[in-house]
């Protein structure tokens, strides 16, 4: 298997195959190269809509640039964010988590907003301080966080200055996890009045009731699962003797109780 930096001739055979809608493992399989490595470069590149060979390759080149820049120069005190983090490394884990959360579903402008938020102690910037950490136009902003709202990944609030403020906090991912748990409803109810109308017992019928009656099934799981889940995100981490946290206890399960007992 081949190691080292992909080559332009590569991001050209990756651009090809996501014309030809190939899937990952299979463009990493014709290269010789890991199904990661494909991933990574696609979505740290536009994601699969929008991945360009030629832009990829100066993209990479520019990075390599500055890194061998910042080598020549030989150790310097790091560029600390407002936080107090090294500016550098913190840009690099917003890069990979931008990525990942490409990967669940999220457009690349979206997923930047959200990886910058949920890297600031405060989780809450305005629109101006997300566009200038971006290095993007306050309207692109504006447009990444009404399509997140829409999911409910972040809300708005007014601070005491009266500006608007955008904010990710725990409640939010309770708040996502019942929206996905009733995502499927309307679904539900369609395919239980297509039983009526096709016919119960038929093939077409059958398949439509099984599908609803699965999805019903998800969907009460769930919901008790984040229900009982819920206090999981109001409990702080206990710090070990390494300076790590140590993660809450899970809640428990259903059906432990009865267990522990018997």
Not at 46 to 69: I, N
Not at 102 to 107: A, E, T
Not at 235 to 251: Q, V, Y
């Amino acid at each position: 298997m081949p190691g080292g930096r992909l080559t332009q001739q590569e991001r050209q055979q990756i651009a090809l195959g996501l014309a030809d809608g190939l899937a990952y493992a299979e463009i990493a399989r014709r290269l010789d190269r890991p199904t990661s490595t494909i991933t990574r470069e696609v979505m740290r590149n536009g994601g699969p809509t929008g991945y360009r060979a030629d832009l990829a390759h100066r993209a990479t080149q520019q990075r390599t640039h500055r890194r061998r820049q910042a080598e020549t120069r030989g150790p310097q005190t790091p560029r600390l964010n407002e936080d107090g983090r090294d500016a550098e490394v913190v840009r690099e884990y917003e890069e990979m988590l931008t990525t990942v959360l490409m990967q669940s579903g999220l457009s690349k402008m979206p997923a930047r907003v959200l990886a910058c938020l949920y890297t600031t102690d405060s989780g809450s910037l305005t629109a101006s301080g997300l566009a200038q950490r971006l290095q993007v136009s306050p309207a692109t902003i504006s447009k990444a966080i009404t399509f997140l709202e829409g999911l409910a990944l972040v809300r708005r609030e007014r601070d005491e200055r009266r500006r608007e403020r955008y904010i990710v906090d725990d409640d939010l991912w309770y708040q996502s996890m019942i929206r996905s748990a009733r995502s499927n409803d309307q679904f539900i109810e369609t395919a239980r009045q297509g039983v009526a109308i096709l016919g119960p017992g038929t093939p077409a019928a059958t398949r439509l009731e099984n599908a609803a009656r699965f999805l019903d099934f998800v969907h009460e799981s769930l919901l008790r699962a984040t229900e009982q889940a819920r206090e999981v995100l109001y409990i702080k981490p206990e710090p070990t003797s390494d300076g790590t946290a140590k993660p809450p206890s899970a809640p428990q399960r259903p059906g432990e109780l009865a267990d522990a007992d018997s």
